[in-house]
């Protein structure tokens, strides 16, 4: 487990002045308590604020151009403000302010969870149960399951996203995203992937909410009994095929016998003894909603295609700004590896 806060020489400032005079305007109050950076993650610049007296999560995009359909907080916001009330993992949202004028980019305001962020290694100093993979493993899959038995209608996120079409639409998406910083990458793999992909679109399963980037570190556990507290970064969240929110998570699932580059992503700690492999998540998944997960390889092969996208195009982010992330001279030859793995499962599956 990383440090929760960066260190405060290295956070990103933002105008607290500002943020002030935006509540006061509107009945809040900013609390004296320093805002702190929370540290980790790739996307959103997230902060432990006061507010009204109460600690809150300050969340707003990064600075500079983004991918389309990125950090998203006008989305996070209209799903967090509904989905609390059916699905108790979700925080609610507090503040919202579409305004770039006030910290120079939408920003939202929503409650805070207290609890621990587990990434890449299980947490030093606790005394974990010895069953703890296994546990961590099963509230993976079962607040997935749960999340996917939500009725968007009875709590108003009926109009959200547009799930007709969504997998193709997914895949010309991560298509463009692709092309537009394909250049370090492998051009035959790139285009050799998306071609399997269209060939192969299904017809999908009936929709339902999905979050999009469903993941360990995306999940706040109780340090004491390790059971679920929040799940968190919704600004993808959507109405579409549930299989595809299946298959994000497993992307980031590593297991003994992976390739190098899933090693390379240490997303999180299932290499470690104890934790469900890919097909036993994929059991309980099924047994859990009751959905047919038989034919996978679709998912499997846009999940990891995504991934190996989304790692490309942080490696061009660091190429323009690289004092902004040092782990970005890293993510070129992890995207490049991540599309060939992703070309040698469409091969091996054909």
Known sequence: MSGVFRPAGSAVAQDWSALRRWLGARGGVLGAT?????????????????VD????????????PLPRGANDVAREHQVLSALWRAYPLAPRAL?????????????????HRAGIVIRDSLPAGLINPPDIGAVLSRHLVESLAALHAVDPQAIGLDTLGRPTGFLGRTVEGWATRGAAVIDPANPRAFAETVAWLRRRVPAGAAPCLIHSDFKLDNMIFDPATFAPVAVIDWDMATRGDPLSDLAVLLSYWAEPGDPACIERLRQMPTQEPGFWRRDQAIGAYRRLSGRAVDDFAFYRVLALFRLAIVFLQLFDRWRRDPGGNSQGAHFGALGRGLLDYALEIAHRLH
């Open 95 to 111: 503040w919202f302010c579409r305004d770039p004028g006030v910290l120079g980019a939408p920003f939202q305001i929503i409650e």
């Open 34 to 50: 320093a805002p702190r950076q929370f540290g980790g993650g790739l996307g959103n610049l997230n902060y432990l604020v006061e």
């Open 53 to 64: 007296g109460r600690p809150a999560v300050l969340r707003r995009p990064p600075a500079g």
